[in-house]
């Protein structure tokens, strides 16, 4: 397991970080927003749908409308899809 935060504004993909508050941090510190950052694992030994997988605790945030660890909006998964295929055959 690979685990990545995704600025879903910028493109950018940060990855391969004890935590995914590390790699958010170093986003952060970069001129990332907070609200354009959600944290996801790769699963390289998968294909389909168990290739990604949405889950990390910094997607906790309820002023935002994300009350689980889940990326919880669609359009938000679609455009983490997006940047991943750019720089993850």
Not at 42 to 71: A, K, M
Request: net charge negative; hydrophobic share 40%.
């Amino acid at each position: 397991m690979i685990k990545c935060v995704a600025d879903v504004r910028k493109g950018l993909l940060a990855v391969d970080a004890e935590l995914h508050a590390d790699l958010e941090s170093m986003l952060l510190e970069n001129g990332s927003e907070q609200e354009n950052l959600w944290g996801f694992n790769l699963y390289p030994e998968e294909t389909g749908d168990d290739f990604i997988e949405f889950d990390s605790l910094i997607n906790i945030r309820s002023w935002q409308g994300n009350r689980s660890r889940d990326v919880e909006n669609p359009e938000v998964r679609e455009q983490i899809k997006s940047i991943v295929s750019k720089f993850v055959e």
